[in-house]
């Protein structure tokens, strides 16, 4: 009478391959079966898909929420910064616009051309330092650089441009108006 031969996927076997007379006496208290270890039935399969699934759908809405609210969100208001005598060619102005503590700089660049950016790097928000001489706006933490007249990245780790606050002159004074921050 012949013995049935075991399918291979069923033999328990140690991980090292030796057999199992030659096995540490600890491997006998922890067995690992590894054919039954990497064996993954259909329903946990289907339960994971579902959870991820379902996970990343509740981070969709959670970001199409956040994104409905921050658009429902009033315009500021307009801020008096300074006024165009106040600053020399080449001069800076730091401010808060539009609530306090957010940090915005105010770069003249010649004779009644004001640029405006919020003071954050968009790396890991340190203080950028405006160069006029050599037309950049400085991150002295990872060394990225922006265009001082576009906001836009240079140079370095930052994944967009300067946010750029929104400036409107009348007669002798400076106002800041709003914000625009774009990805590109």
Do not use: N
């Not at 208290?29 to 329903?43: A, G, L």
């Not at 969709?60 to 921050?70: D, N, P, T, V």
């Not at 240079?154 to 400076?174: F, K, N, S, T």
């Amino acid at each position: 009478m012949a013995t049935p031969v075991p399918e291979p996927d069923t033999i328990s076997r140690p991980p090292d391959g030796r057999p199992l007379d030659q096995q540490p006496a600890w491997r006998q208290d922890f067995p690992i079966d590894w054919p039954q270890d990497h064996y993954v039935e259909r329903r946990d399969f289907v339960k994971f898909l579902t959870l991820t699934s379902l996970a990343f759908a509740v981070g969709q809405l959670w970001i199409a929420g956040k994104s409905w609210l921050r658009s429902s969100e009033l315009p500021p208001d307009a801020k008096r910064i300074a006024s165009a005598g106040d600053l020399a060619v080449g001069a800076s102005l730091v401010f808060d616009y539009p609530r306090e503590h957010d940090a915005c700089i105010l770069v003249r660049l010649s004779e009644g051309e004001y640029v405006a950016f919020s003071q954050k790097c968009t790396h890991l928000s340190c203080a950028v330092i405006p160069r006029p001489d050599q037309g950049v706006f400085h991150c002295p933490c990872h060394e990225g650089s922006f265009e001082l007249r576009t906001g836009k990245v240079i140079a370095g780790p930052p994944p967009r441009p300067l946010p750029r606050i929104v400036l409107r002159i009348d007669a002798d004074a400076i106002y800041a108006t709003g914000v625009e921050t774009t990805t590109v």
